[in-house]
C-alpha cells in the first residue's frame, strides 16, 4: 500500500514528483523518497515522516534533473526509518529503484545475493530488487530488468532509473497498480492518473506481466521476456465533480459532497446494462469486499431479503480465499471496492471467476484492475475520495447497491410493482434527505463532543440498522482511536451489557417503526447500567424514545435508511477524531487502498 510515481521530461523532476507524492500520500504517508538523474549520478533523498518532511529536506539541496523517481510508504516490512524509506540504491549506486507491493521470497533472494557480497542497508523486502536488477546487469538494462522480475516472487509495481540511461524510467506491473501518462514531450508513470493528470492527457494501465520503458520522445512496451508489445493510449474521462473546500479537512469535505454524489449516482445508474447482466440464469449470489465495502454489501444482503425474498452470501474477500469456494457458473458474485485494487477482493475475484463464477463489480475507478476483471461494472459517481476513511464512497457504494436490488426484484417478478415503485422514489429523495443532515451539522457536533472521552462506544441495531452500525463502529474506530464494536440489539443481553458502565457509550439505530418498543427497551438496558445512549431514529417517532442524545434523521423506508444514518455517524467520527486531536485525512497505520494481502 505505497505510492510510486515516475517522470521524464523537459521539466525539472523534483517539483513534479512531489506534486504527485501529495496526491499519492493516502496510499501510504509514514515515509518518502525521491531519486533524480543529477548530472552522471542518482542524487537519493528520504525521510521518515509524513511527505513535509522530505520537502524540506529537498529545499536544502539543489536536487537538479528532468528524469526521477518517488516513493510515498506504508510500511509492510522493516519500520519506518529514513533507512528503509525508498527509493532504493544498488551497491555501487547504478540503479535506484521504488516499489509497491511485496516480495514473498525476499529471504531467499537476499541470501542468494549476500553469498555473493552484496550487503544490505534496510529491513525492507524492496531493497533486494535494486541489487538484484544491478547483479545481472552486463550491459543492457532492459535484459537486466526482465532477469531480474522474473525471478522475484509476489506482487509488484516498480518505477526504476539507472545511471546507464540518464533519460529513462523503467516501470513494472506484476499485480499491482501501474498507469503511464502522456503529456507534451513528458512521460509519467505512478499507481494512481490523479497524481498525473493535471499535465498528461492521455493513459495507459500496465497488464500483468509487462515492462514500459519512458524517454522524452516515446513509450515502449515489453513483456517480462523482453519482447515488444502494442502501447495504446486512451484519454480519460474528466471527473464528474471534485470540488474541494479551501481549509476544510477531506473527510469533512466529502462528507458534504454526500448529496451530489447521490445526485449524480441517481441520474447516471445504467440500469439497461445492469438488467443485462441480472437477466441470466443466476441461482446464488454472493457478495465480497472489505471494509465499508463489506458493510455495504451486508446492507445489500438485507435489502434483497427484505425486498426480493432472496438470501445473498456475504463474504470478507480475505476469508473467501481461506475458505472452499462454494461457487459455480449460475454463481453471481458482486465484488465491492472503493479504488478496485485492494488485493484481498482481487484474488477472491480471480478464485471464483476460476469455478465459474460471473462477476459484477460496485467501483469508484473505472481504470482500475477490478472493472477489467469484471464481465460487468457499475462505476458509482462521487468523484475522488482523498481521505482514508471512506464516506461519500461507502454512501454510492449503497446506493448503487439498492438499486441493483429494485433492477433484480422487477425482473424476478415476485416483489409488487408498487413497493418497487415507492423504493425508487425513497432512494430518488436521497439526495435532499442527506442535504438535510448536512443543515444539523453542529448539532451533530455537540453529541461526537459527548463521545469523544468515551471508554468505548457499542453501535447497535437490527436488520438492516446493524449493518448500518457496522460502519459506524469502523468509522468511529478508524478515525478517533476511541475503542468500538458493533453488535445486533438483541445480542446485547448476551455479553455485551456486562461492559455497559458509567463512561461508556451505547448508539442504537433505529429507524424501523416495526421494531420501535424493541429499540426503546434496548436503550433502557443501557441507561440504567449507567452508560450513555444515543440513539438515531426516524423523526416520526424519534421523540417515543428516551435517550441522552436523540438524533431524528428524515424519514425513509428502513432498507434505505443505512445511508442516512452512515451520514450521521460519519459525522460522529469525523468530530470526535478532530477534538481528540486525531490526524482524520491520514490515520494512523491505515492507508485508502490495500493493495497488498
Known amino acids: ?7 521524464v521530461g523537459k521539466r525539472d523532476a523534483v517539483p513534479v514528483l512531489l506534486d504527485g507524492l501529495k496526491m499519492l500520500e493516502y496510499r501510504g504517508y509514514d515515509s518518502s523518497g525521491v531519486a533524480v538523474h543529477n548530472g552522471a549520478n542518482l542524487t537519493v533523498v528520504k525521510r521518515a515522516g509524513r511527505l513535509s518532511v522530505l520537502e524540506a529536506a529537498l529545499s536544502a539541496r539543489a536536487v537538479k534533473g528532468c528524469c526521477g523517481i518517488g516513493h510515498t510508504r506504508w510500511a509492510t516490512h522493516g519500520v519506518a526509518t529514513d533507512q528503509n524509506a525508498h527509493p532504493f540504491v544498488s551497491s555501487y549506486g547504478k540503479f ?6 511485496i516480495v514473498s521470497n525476499y529471504l531467499h533472494v537476499a541470501d542468494f545475493l549476500r553469498e555473493r557480497g552484496v550487503r544490505f542497508c534496510s529491513d525492507t523486502d524492496s531493497e533486494v530488487i535494486a541489487h538484484l536488477i544491478d547483479f545481472y546487469y552486463t550491459g543492457d538494462v532492459l535484459s537486466a530488468l526482465c532477469r531480474a ?28 497498480p501501474l498507469v503511464v501518462g502522456e503529456g507534451e514531450k513528458e512521460f509519467a508513470l505512478c499507481s494512481d492518473v490523479s497524481a498525473i493528470s493535471d499535465f498528461c492527457h492521455r493513459f495507459c494501465a500496465l497488464q500483468n506481466g509487462e515492462i514500459v520503458r519512458l ?63 441480472l437477466k441470466k440464469d443466476i441461482k446464488d449470489i454472493l457478495v465480497l469486499g472489505c471494509g465499508s465495502a463489506y458493510h455495504a454489501g451486508l446492507v445489500f444482503a438485507e435489502a434483497m431479503r427484505e425486498i426480493a425474498g432472496v438470501c445473498v452470501r456475504t463474504e470478507i474477500a480475505s476469508e473467501f480465499l481461506t475458505e472452499n469456494c462454494c461457487v459455480s457458473k449460475d454463481t453471481l458474485v458482486i465484488a465491492v ?51 482514508v476513511a471512506a464516506t461519500k464512497s461507502y454512501v454510492s457504494q449503497v446506493q448503487y447497491l439498492l438499486l441493483l436490488c429494485l ?13 418497487l415503485a415507492d423504493l425508487r422514489r425513497e432512494v430518488a429523495c436521497l439526495p435532499q434527505k442527506a ?10 457536533k455537540k453529541v ?44 446485547l443481553k448476551h455479553g455485551t451489557l456486562a461492559l455497559m458502565e458509567r463512561g461508556v457509550y451505547g448508539v442504537v439505530i433505529a429507524t424501523d417503526p416495526a421494531l420501535l418498543l424493541k429499540n426503546a427497551m434496548t436503550v433502557s438496558e443501557i441507561t440504567c447500567r449507567g452508560a450513555s445512549s444515543v440513539v438515531i431514529a426516524s423523526a416520526s417517532f424519534a421523540g417515543e424514545i428516551k435517550a441522552d442524545h436523540v438524533v431524528a434523521i428524515p424519514d425513509t423506508d428502513p432498507v434505505v435508511s443505512p445511508i442516512l444514518s452512515a451520514v450521521v455517524m460519519q459525522y460522529f467520527a469525523y468530530f470526535a477524531a478532530k477534538a481528540r486531536g486525531c490526524d482524520v485525512d491520514r490515520p494512523r497505520n491505515l492507508a485508502k487502498s490495500v493493495t497488498v494481502e
Open 337 to 387: 471496492s472503493q479504488s478496485g485494487e485492494t488485493a484481498d477482493t482481487l484474488l477472491a475475484v480471480d478464485r471464483a471467476k476460476n469455478c465459474g463464477a460471473t462477476v459484477l463489480s460496485v467501483c469508484n475507478a473505472r481504470a482500475s484492475s477490478l472493472v477489467r476483471a469484471s464481465d460487468c461494472s457499475l462505476i458509482t459517481r462521487c468523484g475522488r475520495e482523498k481521505a
Open 96 to 101: 535506484a529503484v521504488v516499489h509497491n507491493g
Open 435 to 444: 442535504e438535510e443532515i448536512l443543515r444539523v451539522e453542529n448539532d451533530l
Open 149 to 176: 522480475v522474473k525471478e522475484v516472487k509476489g506482487s509488484f509495481a516498480l518505477g526504476v532509473i539507472s545511471v546507464y540511461e540518464p533519460h529513462v524510467v523503467y516501470g513494472v506491473r506484476k499485480d499491482s
Open 215 to 277: 524517454s522524452e520522445e516515446k513509450a515502449e512496451l515489453f513483456d517480462f521476456e523482453g519482447n515488444p508489445l502494442p502501447l495504446r493510449f486512451e484519454k480519460r474521462e474528466k471527473e464528474e465533480f471534485d470540488d474541494r473546500e479551501l481549509g476544510v479537512d477531506d473527510m469533512l469535505a466529502e462528507i458534504r459532497q454526500i448529496p451530489a454524489s447521490l445526485l449524480l449516482g441517481y441520474e447516471k445508474f445504467p440500469k439497461g446494462k445492469v438488467r443485462a447482466c
Open 448 to 491: 461526537a463532543l459527548d463521545i469523544k472521552n468515551a471508554k468505548a462506544v457499542f453501535f447497535l441495531g437490527r436488520k438492516g440498522d446493524y449493518s448500518a452500525a457496522k460502519e459506524g463502529s469502523l468509522k468511529l474506530k478508524e478515525v478517533s482511536y476511541l475503542f468500538s464494536e458493533a453488535y445486533p440489539s438483541g445480542e
Open 407 to 419: 433492477e433484480y426484484a422487477d425482473i424476478k417478478g415476485k416483489t409488487q410493482k408498487s413497493r
Open 1 to 7: 500500500m505505497c505510492g510510486i510515481i515516475g517522470y
